[in-house]
């Protein structure tokens, strides 16, 4: 048998991608499966995001583009940070990369030192630790407070500093939690950052995603010394319901997006040039889909903590940003079905999935045992028969 090197044999496959895989092979195959496996929201990238890639297409807009992305696309990344952000970087700060996942892997080899130690709030979504272990550094999980809706705070980041702390990985709003930074939450991180020279890589995938009054705020806008300390993440996938395109990108001191286009520049190249000219039409472009995009996972929202507080044994934190809700199922551990024993999360997500044909993801995942993940980003009658199914499978455990 070949043989894997040790770097890559100590990662673990990505099991959001994995129950996604399942779920949707599961579908293919004919069975009526319910996904709440993977984070995509379900809408259909809009018309005239997709009518800007044809156009690409037709105007022959084919070939190699320079390594860190058009230089149309990273001045309307430019244009799009100090519109909604406050942010204002110079494109030769912004490089474009294969998707947000892409663009924490670049970050991840720009910071670390071998044995350089990141902390990563707890529960985390499951990339993380893998994209640091990757880069030769150590992930550092910080529990959050479930009483404080899993937020770590800055008290709990600074307890867990040691002389080898290099990062401070940040994402607000969160996945899995959907919790959303406060602006006096992200001074007291950033005053962290000045005080024991640290860098933070913050994660803003899921920035218009909002509700209830909640505000992202980048932690790079806090002050002019967070900013020169952040590497700040975004892309396309949620919010303008690109997932399939692998459209993400950095904003970064110059000097960091310099190494960083040097690196991708041997790795994978520029992305996609027609994905390049859809983003640019999705930054500049009317943003009529996204607003009612919002405005329905709001909806979604409300219905999915009603109906987990409606299930007896259930009961989840009512989420503040993303598309993602903790649902707590240990009142349920001990108890089983056909024999098997609830004996954590995993227990819990494979006998949901052979008896009520429903997908969500284990917590253990995310550092959350006592946990499964939803991602509610489906119709509200997939919420529904979802919760018809799992509402009688706690019934049927005994
Ligand atoms: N960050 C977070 C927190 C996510 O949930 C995701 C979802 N996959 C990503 C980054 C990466 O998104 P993508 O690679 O599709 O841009
Ligand atoms: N981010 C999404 C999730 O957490 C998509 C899958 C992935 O990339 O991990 O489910």
């Given at each position: ?18 129950i996604?895989?399942?779920a ?20 259909n ?18 070939r190699?583009t ?21 942010l204002?970087?110079t ?13 924490l ?18 529960p ?7 994209l ?9 999980a910080v ?8 937020k ?6 600074r307890?867990?500093?040691t002389p ?6 940040l ?6 939690n ?6 006096g939450?992200?001074e ?14 913050s ?5 218009f ?7 992202h705020i980048?932690?790079a ?16 996938s949620k ?15 110059t000097?960091?997006?310099?190494a ?8 994978t190249?520029n992305v996609?040039?027609?994905a ?6 999705a ?8 607003r009612?995009m919002v405005?329905?996972?709001a909806?979604?929202r ?20 993303a598309f ?14 056909d ?8 227990a ?16 253990i995942?995310?550092?959350a045992?006592?946990f499964?993940?939803?991602?509610y ?5 997939t ?8 509402r ?7």
């Open positions: 048998m070949m043989k894997v090197s040790s770097r890559l044999a100590a990662i673990q496959g990505s099991v959001t991608l994995a996604d895989a399942k949707k092979a599961m579908k293919a195959a004919g069975i009526d499966v319910i996904g709440f496996g993977a984070g995509e929201p379900d809408f990238t809009p018309a005239h995001i997709c009518q800007a890639a044809k156009d690409a297409l037709d105007q022959g807009k084919t190699y320079p390594a860190a992305g058009e230089p149309a696309l990273r001045k309307a990344i430019c244009s799009k940070l100090l519109r909604d952000n406050g204002s970087y494109p030769d700060q912004i490089v474009v990369n294969n998707g947000a996942k892409h663009s892997f670049n970050a991840f080899q720009a910071l670390l030192e071998p044995g350089d130690e990141v902390l990563v709030p707890s985390y979504w499951v990339s993380y630790p893998e640091i272990k990757m880069a030769g550094g150590i992930p550092v529990m959050g407070d479930p009483e404080n809706g899993f770590t705070t800055a008290l709990q980041f307890n867990a500093i080898k702390t290099r990062a401070i990985v994402n607000s709003p969160n996945n899995p959907g919790y959303v930074y406060t602006r939450e992200l007291q991180i950033a005053q962290l950052l000045e005080d024991f020279d640290l860098y933070c890589v994660d803003e995938i899921y920035e995603l909002v509700y209830e009054g909640a505000e980048s932690i806008s806090i002050s002019p010394q967070a900013k020169e300390r952040t590497i700040v993440i975004n892309g396309m919010a303008y319901a690109m997932t399939g395109w692998r459209i993400g990108y950095t904003a970064s001191p000097n960091v997006a310099k960083m286009t040097a690196f991708q520049s041997h790795s190249s996609n040039s027609i390049q000219y859809a983003a640019i039409a930054l500049s472009g009317p943003d009529l889909e996204l009612s405005a329905e996972f909806k979604r409300e219905c999915v903590c009603k109906l987990i507080e409606e299930t007896p044994g259930l009961s989840c934190i009512k989420p503040m940003g993602y809700v903790m649902m707590n199922v240990s009142s349920l551990f001990g108890k089983g079905i024999g098997r024993v609830i004996d954590g999360s995993t819990f997500t494979e006998l949901l999935l052979e008896h009520a044909k429903v997908a969500v993801v284990p917590g995942g995310f550092g045992d006592a499964v993940r939803l991602s980003a489906v119709s509200m009658e919420l529904q028969e979802g919760f018809r199914r799992i009688s499978f706690v019934e049927r455990l005994a």
